[in-house]
């Protein structure tokens, strides 16, 4: 609970980032992910392994760093994969009939 920043300009952003993604739940193909840790974090350790849960629409294709992921009936995916300090991103991509979306989580690698 106490790694937090008050910078004004990553707070700004991490704000335009979740109104951004909750004005795009409108459109097809409705996508939320999560992480554990959360978006930004400081990892303290390469590799490091990162869990992910999202929901999406039924039907859509979900493709993580070039991986496809299995989705139940309901919508629901979850799965885990590694970072480091070269590769700290977990790019998450729903594809159905509507469209495309793509959701972008980065971490912070500290070595």
């Not at 609970?1 to 700004?12: A, C, G, I, Q």
């Not at 039924?58 to 629901?76: A, K, S, W």
């Not at 700290?88 to 500290?110: D, H, M």
């Amino acid at each position: 609970m106490d790694d937090f920043t008050r910078k004004p300009e990553v707070l700004y952003n991490a704000k335009k980032q979740i109104i951004d993604e909750n004005l795009s739940l409108d459109e097809s193909p409705k996508l939320i992910v999560q992480t554990n840790p959360l978006d930004g974090s400081n990892i303290t350790f390469s590799p490091a392994t990162i869990e992910y849960y999202g929901r999406t629409e039924p039907g859509t294709e979900i493709i993580v760093n070039n991986r496809n992921i299995h989705v139940y009936p309901d919508g629901v995916f979850m799965d885990r994969t590694n970072i480091s300090a070269k590769n700290n991103r977990i790019k998450v991509t729903a594809k159905n009939k509507n469209g495309e979306r793509t959701l972008i989580r980065s971490f912070n690698v500290v070595q």
